[in-house]
């Protein structure tokens, strides 16, 4: 059984930093080949994508959080992080990670990491 769980979340300032995590298991499971990404989601509206990396390496970000968020991801230890630099109270959300692979579109969901930006 495939499991994701994000790490790292918590209450910042505004203009403070956030690193998360999301750190996959399961019995012979690598995120090697599976593309990731992070969505956030508030209450009554929609998920939505905040940053992406391919299998490939290559990283997507909403328009929202360019040049302040970055992800990356580290297939030797099976976990992607998203550092978070800059945060405004917009940011505060729960954030979800998610791992799809593009040939079979199998895609894993973790739990989500609540960030809160106030003062």
């Known amino acids: 059984q495939v499991q994701l769980v994000e790490s790292g979340g918590g209450l910042v300032q505004p203009g403070g930093s956030l690193r998360l995590s999301c750190a996959a298991s399961?019995?012979?499971?690598?995120?090697?080949?599976?593309?990731m990404s992070w969505y956030r989601q508030t209450p009554g509206k929609e998920r939505e994508l905040v940053a992406a990396?391919?299998?490939?390496?290559?990283?997507t970000y909403a328009d929202s959080v360019k040049g302040r968020f970055t992800i990356s991801r580290d297939n030797a230890k099976s976990t992607v992080y998203l550092q978070m630099n800059s945060l405004k109270p917009d940011d505060t959300a729960v954030y979800y990670c998610?791992?799809?692979?593009?040939?079979?579109?199998?895609?894993?969901w973790g739990q989500g990491t609540q960030v809160t930006v106030s003062s």
């Open positions: 998610k791992a799809r692979r593009a040939d079979t579109a199998l895609t894993f």
């Open positions: 399961g019995l012979y499971f690598s995120i090697s080949p599976y593309g």
């Open positions: 990396v391919s299998a490939g390496g290559v990283t």
